[in-house]
């Protein structure tokens, strides 16, 4: 098989995979964007059980963090790593309420992520 069949097979097996239905238990992603001194966007609201991907891209240049500072009661805390290019962090927010996010490094870095209340 030549490079290019291979190639050709790989994209083809890619899209047909990408037009695969969601499954029920696969999480709803949101992303927020790192930029220099700010989230983006700095407000979101999801349902319960979403996955926040928080994602430096690869020309950020300064180094920045995620931490959760405030948060709904139960909900332990938690602190990503100081980055600057092409870093990932998620977080998995199944408690409704207010969160919210800082930068230790930048303290007019912050963002509120909303957990809306399950619905009955």
């Known amino acids: 098989m ?6 050709g097979i ?3 097996a890619t899209a047909a995979a990408a037009a695969l239905p969601a499954q029920a238990d696969d999480p709803v992603r949101k992303v927020v964007h790192i930029y220099d001194n ?5 407000e979101i609201k999801v349902k319960p059980d979403t996955v926040v991907v928080w994602k430096w891209p690869n020309d950020t240049g300064d180094v920045h ?5 405030d948060k709904p009661k139960g909900v332990k805390r938690f602190h990503s790593d100081p980055a600057a290019v092409g870093y990932k962090f998620k ?3 199944t408690v409704p309420g207010k969160y919210h996010i800082i930068c230790t490094l930048h303290e007019e870095m912050e963002m509120d992520i909303t957990v809306r209340k399950r619905r009955a």
């Open 2 to 7: 030549g490079v290019r069949t291979f190639v």
């Open 91 to 93: 977080r998995k927010l």
């Open 38 to 42: 700010f989230y983006l966007p700095d």
């Open 65 to 69: 963090d995620v931490k959760l500072k």
């Open 10 to 12: 790989a994209v083809a």
